[in-house]
């Protein structure tokens, strides 16, 4: 595609709307985030295993070195809180989202790029990882930056040595916090390695031998200790599942960020149409479209656990979500750009339709409207993200069939975001923790209620009060002084309840079915009861305000 950039001031003042709006769904309710699922991994590791220990081992239930010697250094230094973990993947998320598209305009044309900004600023998975206490976002951007760097490397007449410590420094850093980059972060080897090699282009095969030495030993001295040292760590979740035809298909939902086929079908459609200027225009894609085909290699012949769920393996592949989008945004442009040479009086009319039709499919069928509803402290609940299509999300179908009290409907009739509730008891893994239905039903914020101190000696996914942790978005219920201080109106106790599910009966809070009677002890009157739950208010004007709607 023919590059059409100006200077005119005007496309980077849309460019910064863009971003800015792209910024405020990152930022959306951040600290309020309650911590769950794979984010707890890595605080059970700090729990119980010190530096050494964390740097010797994967762990059974993965979690990423680097940042958990990161994390075990914030809980000495000022104690460990929901955004002491998340805030390096929120920076990366937000340089991605900034420097990315910049990058770009080397290459392509100013509306090109535009498309491409919007398409990278409302992307679902990009947003979730932006706010995650998992690796993905860093590596995303790390990865990318490593193989710009190569690029730059190779390509230059007088090796910018720069160029080449960059790459090795940020592809070191990649696969130090997330394995499965590897073969991405060392494909430009291959894809600019064999040219070069076959064209007997002897200066650039001794750069790039060079720099491979180096790569290896700083890779060596970071990820080989922990593969010799607990080898089991990563067999464990080796040769236990495939990816199959329904797992390709869920990956577009996920790389998309959408609900609905048509978005799918018209999204390839464009992406189709963009995928030759690409391939001819970015220099980057040889390498990134190898490092992708590695990746997918190496997950065929490990078989890593979950690998068969569409989020899963869309996650292992997660730098293609930028290259489609990218793909999609050149076939958007080329088809607007045909509409405006055609003859007619009304092809600018008719190219601005397309790209506003483009836009608006994607938002309406967005996971985004319910991910980022208010009040929601539970975004990253996996019933948002495990799949995009309800039919298909094993959570949605899960939870479906367990009893909602009508207490959550009752909640409705207060104003919008007024109530802070305590509920418990709670589970860190969200296919048990519904509060993100809860939310959606009562429009109040639900956080968890911590039972440890108060009825339980230790529970998973809990954490005591001090002793090198601050979480902010929990209640500890064994001090009801701490939790009004932290704006809780109402501690919630649910009850052990069993219900019949698609895989069978189930019961719930049986380990916890003694706290009843502490709840009763230590709580005022409850304001409601009905055999799911019990609801006990933490100030009078609270209860009088239950009271009022009796």
Same mark, same amino acid.
């Given at each position: 595609? @023919?590059?059409?950039?100006?200077?005119?001031?005007?496309?980077?003042?849309?460019?910064?709307?863009?971003?800015?709006?792209?910024?405020?769904?990152?930022?959306?309710?951040?600290?309020?985030?309650?911590?769950?699922?794979?984010?707890?991994?890595?605080?059970?590791?700090?729990?119980?295993?010190?530096?050494?220990?964390?740097?010797?081992? #994967?762990?059974?239930?993965?979690?990423?070195?680097?940042?958990?010697?990161?994390?075990?250094?914030?809980?000495?230094? /000022?104690?460990?809180?929901?955004?002491?973990?998340?805030?390096?993947?929120?920076?990366?998320?937000?340089?991605?989202?900034?420097?990315?598209? @910049?990058?770009?305009?080397? /290459?392509?044309?100013?509306?090109?790029?535009?498309?491409?900004?919007?398409?990278?600023?409302?992307?679902?998975?990009?947003?979730?990882?932006?706010?995650?206490?998992?690796?993905? +976002?860093?590596?995303?951007?790390?990865?990318?930056?490593?193989?710009?760097?190569?690029?730059?490397?190779?390509?230059?007449? &007088?090796?910018?040595?720069?160029?080449?410590?960059?790459?090795?420094?940020?592809?070191?850093?990649?696969?130090?916090?997330?394995?499965?980059?590897?073969?991405?972060?060392?494909?430009?080897?291959?894809?600019?390695?064999?040219?070069?090699?076959?064209?007997? &282009?002897?200066?650039?095969?001794?750069?790039? #031998?060079?720099?491979?030495?180096?790569?290896?030993?700083?890779?060596?001295?970071?990820?080989?200790?922990?593969?010799?040292?607990?080898?089991?760590?990563?067999?464990?979740?080796?040769?236990?599942?495939?990816?199959?035809?329904?797992?390709?298909?869920?990956?577009?939902?996920?790389?998309?960020?959408?609900?609905?086929?048509?978005?799918?079908?018209? !999204?390839?459609? #464009? +992406?189709?149409?963009g995928a030759g200027p690409l391939w001819r225009a970015l220099p980057l894609i040889p390498s990134l479209v190898t490092g992708l085909g590695l990746t997918l290699g190496v997950i065929l012949l490990t078989q890593p656990a979950w690998v068969h769920n569409p989020l899963t393996l869309a996650r292992y592949l997660l730098p293609a979500i930028p290259l489609v989008l990218l793909s999609l945004a050149l076939g958007v442009?080329?088809?607007?750009?045909?509409?405006?040479?055609?003859?007619? @009086?009304?092809?600018?009319?008719?190219?601005?339709?397309?790209?506003?039709?483009?836009?608006?499919?994607?938002?309406?069928?967005?996971?985004?409207?319910?991910?980022?509803?208010?009040?929601?402290?539970?975004?990253?609940?996996?019933?948002?993200?495990?799949?995009?299509?309800?039919?298909? &999300?094993?959570?949605?179908?899960?939870?479906?069939?367990?009893?909602?009290?009508?207490?959550?409907?009752?909640?409705?009739?207060?104003?919008?975001?007024?109530?802070?509730?305590?509920?418990?008891?709670?589970?860190?893994?969200?296919?048990?923790?519904?509060?993100?239905?809860?939310?959606?039903?009562?429009?109040?914020?639900?956080?968890?209620?911590?039972?440890?101190?108060?009825?339980?000696?230790?529970?998973?996914?809990?954490?005591?009060?001090?002793?090198?942790?601050?979480?902010?978005?929990?209640?500890?219920?064994?001090?009801? !002084?701490?939790?009004?201080?932290?704006?809780?109106?109402?501690?919630?106790?649910?009850?052990?309840?069993?219900?019949?599910?698609?895989?069978?009966?189930?019961?719930?809070?049986?380990?916890?079915? &003694?706290?009843?009677? @502490?709840?009763?002890?230590?709580?005022?009157?409850?304001?409601?009861?009905?055999?799911?739950?019990?609801?006990?208010?933490?100030?009078?004007?609270?209860?009088?305000?239950?009271?009022?709607?009796?």
């Open positions: 595609m @023919i590059r059409t950039n100006s200077k005119s001031p005007g496309f980077y003042l849309t460019l910064l709307v863009i971003t800015s709006c792209g910024v405020y769904l990152r930022l959306d309710q951040f600290l309020l985030q309650v911590l769950l699922d794979d984010e707890w991994h890595v605080v059970h590791q700090l729990l119980v295993k010190g530096p050494k220990e964390l740097f010797l081992t #994967f762990g059974h239930a993965d979690f990423s070195i680097p940042l958990a010697l990161l994390y075990w250094l914030e809980s000495g230094l /000022f104690g460990l809180s929901e955004i002491g973990m998340r805030w390096p993947m929120l920076i990366a998320g937000l340089v991605t989202l900034i420097v990315l598209p @910049i990058y770009l305009r080397k /290459f392509f044309s100013d509306k090109t790029i535009l498309v491409f900004s919007a398409l990278l600023a409302m992307s679902p998975m990009l947003i979730i990882y932006s706010r995650t206490a998992r690796p993905y +976002a860093l590596t995303l951007l790390l990865s990318l930056m490593a193989l710009a760097a190569f690029q730059k490397f190779v390509e230059a007449e &007088n090796p910018p040595w720069k160029s080449g410590l960059v790459y090795a420094l940020c592809a070191i850093s990649s696969a130090w916090l997330h394995l499965i980059t590897l073969p991405l972060v060392v494909a430009p080897f291959l894809a600019l390695g064999l040219p070069a090699l076959l064209g007997r &282009n002897w200066s650039r095969v001794g750069r790039m #031998f060079w720099l491979g030495v180096f790569t290896l030993a700083g890779l060596l001295a970071l990820v080989l200790p922990p593969v010799l040292g607990h080898p089991e760590a990563l067999s464990v979740k080796l040769g236990v599942q495939t990816p199959n035809l329904q797992t390709y298909h869920g990956v577009f939902y996920v790389w998309l960020g959408t609900s609905s086929l048509s978005v799918v079908l018209v !999204g390839l459609f #464009f +992406a189709l149409i442009s080329r088809a607007s750009e045909a509409l405006v040479y055609h003859p007619g @009086i009304f092809r600018k009319l008719a190219s601005a339709t397309l790209l506003a039709s483009v836009f608006l499919l994607m938002a309406y069928y967005s996971p985004l409207t319910k991910i980022l509803h208010k009040p929601n402290s539970n975004s990253l609940h996996s019933v948002y993200q495990l799949d995009f299509r309800e039919e298909k &999300n094993l959570i949605y179908q899960y939870q479906r069939d367990f009893p909602v009290s009508p207490f959550w409907h009752k909640l409705a009739l207060f104003p919008k975001d007024s109530l802070k509730i305590a509920a418990s008891p709670f589970s860190f893994e969200t296919h048990h923790w519904e509060a993100a239905r809860w939310e959606q039903i009562s429009h109040q914020r639900v956080m968890p209620g911590y039972l440890i101190g108060f009825c339980a000696e230790n529970r998973l996914g809990e954490v005591p009060s001090g002793e090198g942790f601050k979480f902010r978005n929990v209640g500890y219920l064994a001090n009801q !002084g701490d939790l009004i201080d932290r704006g809780f109106d109402l501690v919630v106790y649910q009850k052990p309840f069993k219900v019949q599910t698609y895989q069978g009966e189930k019961e719930f809070g049986m380990d916890t079915a &003694n706290c009843e009677s @502490i709840f009763r002890q230590q709580f005022p009157e409850p304001v409601f009861e009905d055999q799911w739950l019990v609801a006990f208010p933490l100030t009078d004007s609270v209860k009088r305000q239950f009271d009022a709607t009796r």
